[in-house]
């Protein structure tokens, strides 16, 4: 009797622990009667304001594609699951989780770092994948994975480029984070660019994820070598630091960035008068004239209490609707598996004839590498707000 | 009638030697269970994905009760020694995946090389260090961790026919020919490690890992090193080598910790040094306080529990990070409370005695 008892009590424990463990994801549990993109991202963690941004983007374009009457009927439906931007695990199990919720295509990752983790994935499962902003050349390295944003090798490569053409100036300082991806990479090509355009790098100043808070050192080696232009391919959190650091060392070059820098002007408790001046190349500014910006972030800040979209949120927007173009065109159902789907779209997003027109760029075409081909815009920021460069304020600039 | 005689047996082993073994046939079920249920299909993508890291964080855990628990001294630095191994077993594999293509016997060595030079690593940090005590020793790790992490992501390495190439500055300094590999890319990391991981190889260094802690901690060694820790004047009285011992125990936690890292690094397919920072390190101390100090088998189970739950509560997406919070307090709570405790093992007690009411009677 005893025996039994134990028996008894040894099989329903491991019953239960068998129960639990199977229990807790059944395989790829799918709604057929949507096309389910998925996307994962930050939204806990440092980077949460990307994800959050992304996340409400694809909300918004998600609804806006259904409201339009859908793929060729068919309504999407869209996942999101949170990757805390980890360049390790988080990002597979994040992936994983998309995988079992039924995704069909994907619309990510947000960051590069996961996105590095997750593109072996996509290519073994030969998912589509189109990422709003994770901009490191590896990403796009196999056939199925494309990008909305630029390249960061692009960035650094425009950037020196612009420099050079419009003779903005000859010295050049370059302040960078040498801990991070996106940094690092658009610093390593707009050095070498530099070098081939003639232009002089002075002074060659980085910093660290643990040490961004006091860059007194770097802009006194900016200012001692006499850079006339400091090149800042960062975020704007240390960008702003760096711009209340040089005002009162009392150093006043023109500032030179890339997308990273956008959201220069909703930063809180930020003199913004300091960023006069300041030149970018970014796809999109909210700040815009143009119809299509305007409407967007209108619905946006409609949609969710008043906030300002960024480039994020842009690059997302367009990235879903680039997405429901192609399906349109492909005649995409619901019940396609994930790798014809794929194969579908790989072939219609690199195809020749396929231009889109979208918020972070007009003309916008893919070649078949994956990179995105669009014209990127020098911004400056002029009374507070971001406008179009133009002859006079490089003039003006070179002037001082 | 096998496990009647299995468990008369029992009765002659020492105590411990039922401990470990009991822990080893957890760690046996636990594979055999996953393994049948994952070839039948009947798990979820993402807990297939969840096997080999979870073999890691138990190893991680496991080895650093070593140091925590054993020796008593809190150390900050596992997951610097970790990093240590992830990048030199990648480096390794990824020099030699065309000369060694047989996986059996190159993913064991970049295992190994990955733990020895973590240990030759951890005997380096830990002569000066381990002269220090407490709170003092803490930080002094906590920075090595951090050393490591910025180092590796600073890094640049590449090789062509002239040789190797190493830069701490930036791409362009490494003066790569075109014909190049380039193998460490700053902050960008490695990319292309053979992903060698399997579960299978995760579940047996697991194994391992727990016969050598259990082995080391019984052993001569292992009981020098305790009393170390009880008492360090006491043990110097009776002519103990007090830094040889507390080396002995410091170099064991960091070639296990550099194996795990061997392990993770292999389980993906690119690897960036941000994610070895104080987070992970603290990570592993939480495994391990929560598991028990000192308790080798609470450790794997707490790694188990931890990585699975914040996992498992995505379906209530941005709460999950809370109820894991929660979950945190409740634990150390509930395992710390006097209260809870006496209620916890009495009921354990009646638990047990439902198994061991029949081996009274036998030995009656």
Redesign the interface.
Known sequence: M??V??IL?LTVS?AL??SC??G?????KKNSDTIVIGCSGP??GDAAQYGVAVKNAIELAVKDVNDAGGINGTKLSYVF??DEA????KA??A???L??NGMQVMVGTVTT?SC??V??KTKQDNIFQLTPSAS?Q?VIKNDNCFQVCFTDPNQGKGSADYIAENKLATKIAVIYD????Y???I??TF??EAEAKGLDIVA?QSF???SKTDFSAQISAAKNAGADLVFLPIYYQQASLILTQCKSANYNPTFFGCDGLDGLLSIKNFDTSLCEGVMLLTPFAAEAQDQATQDFVKKYKDAYNGETPNQFAADAYDGVMVLAELMKKEGITADMSASDICDKLKKAISDKDFSYDGLTGTGMKWGEDGAVSKDPKAVIIKNGAYSALTADDIAASTAQ | MKKEGASAKTKFFKPQTRKSFITYAMVIVAFVVMQILSSGGYISSMLTGLLVPLCVYSILAVSLNLTVGILGELSLGQAGFMCVGAYTSAIFSIVTSETIENVWIRFPLAILIGGIIAAVFGILIGIPVLRLKGDYLAIVTLAFGEIIKNVFAALYLGYDSKGVHVSLKSLSNLNLEPDGKLILNGPQGISGTPNDSTFIIGAVMLLITLIIAYNFVYSRTGRAVMAIRDNVIAAESVGLNITKYKLVTFALTAFLAGCAGALYSHNFYTLQASKFDYNLSILILVFVVLGGIGSIRGSVIAAIVLVLLPEMLRSINSYRMLIYSIVLIVMMIITSNEKTKTFISANTAKFKALFKREKVKEAE
């Open positions: 005893k025996n008892k134990r009590a491991a622990a068998v463990f199977a807790c994801g059944n395989g790829a939204l806990t699951e949170d980890d360049s390790g695990d597979v199990n992936y994983n989780a995988k079992d770092a590095l983790a593109i072996e490191a590896d040498s801990s991070d991806a940094s690092s990479g610093f390593n050095k070498s060659e660290t994820k643990d």
